[in-house]
């Protein structure tokens, strides 16, 4: 069974501070990578996608994938307090079209 | 492109009755998906779809539970009768094919069973 394991939080971290996400997944066939920011009553969004090991830097956010430890996270410099969500890590394996997700870790940012 | 549009935004019901979802995918996305998330359990996949046809159901947690896809621009998630353990925000999302391709979700369907 496909597993993708997130540490529910809360995590705290204060204003300008990096927040650190992370996500372990089960499967060694998982090809590609996502990050999900969800604010409380509204619908998942993508922030970062990522297939190859390393990082991945798009702004604030950076994306670390290792393949061989079967990790991925998300790094959030100069945290905000409008980065206060939830983050899902979803994982889709080589020829399977289907994302699967983590419960997700609540971020609190606070001022 | 207005995104994936679900309807109703709310739902409130009595235990027994017959509760639909509708969905509009984006055009031209060939996956169409239907979540379920609580608290308890996160989002969970109910059953997908690819080119309008049901691909794997296996989500779906009771026969009470059906969905269909007439046509590449509507699908609808019937449940019926509901129950309050029912209960849960359902998402529609839907993507392009290819493994990179991300999902848009819909606003979601706040359900509640009384």
């Known amino acids: 069974q496909k597993e993708v394991e997130q540490n529910s939080g809360p995590l705290s971290v204060p204003e300008g501070a990096i927040a650190s996400l992370n996500c372990t997944y089960s499967?060694?066939?998982?090809?590609?990578f996502f990050w999900y920011r969800q604010y409380s009553g509204k619908s998942p969004e993508l922030i970062m996608f990522?297939?190859?090991?390393g990082d991945k830097e798009d702004g604030r956010f950076t994306a670390q994938l290792n393949k061989a430890s079967q990790y991925v996270s998300l790094l959030i410099r100069d945290s905000q307090p409008s980065d206060s969500a939830t983050y899902l890590c979803?994982?889709?394996?080589?020829?399977?079209?289907?994302?699967?997700f983590g419960r997700g870790t609540s971020l609190i940012v606070h001022p | 492109d207005a995104g994936v549009i679900q309807s109703p935004r709310h739902e409130v019901t009595e235990m027994g009755q017959e509760v639909t979802l509708r969905c509009k995918p984006i055009?031209?996305?060939?996956?169409l998906f239907w979540y379920r998330q609580t608290m308890m359990r996160g989002l969970e996949l109910l059953i997908y779809?690819?080119?309008?046809?049901?691909?794997?159901d296996s989500g779906m947690p009771e026969d009470r539970f059906s969905a269909k896809m007439p046509n590449a621009s509507f699908s609808t998630l019937k449940i019926q009768p509901s129950e309050p353990r029912d209960s849960a925000v359902y998402f529609c999302?839907?993507?392009?094919?290819?493994?990179?391709?991300?999902?848009?979700f819909g606003s979601g369907t706040q359900l509640s069973v009384l």
């Open positions: 779809f690819n080119n309008n046809v049901p691909i794997d």
């Open positions: 499967d060694r066939g998982s090809q590609s």
């Open positions: 990522i297939y190859s090991n």
């Open positions: 999302a839907s993507s392009r094919a290819g493994p990179g391709e991300k999902l848009f």
């Open positions: 979803a994982v889709r394996t080589g020829g399977s079209y289907i994302p699967t």
């Open positions: 055009s031209g996305h060939d996956y």
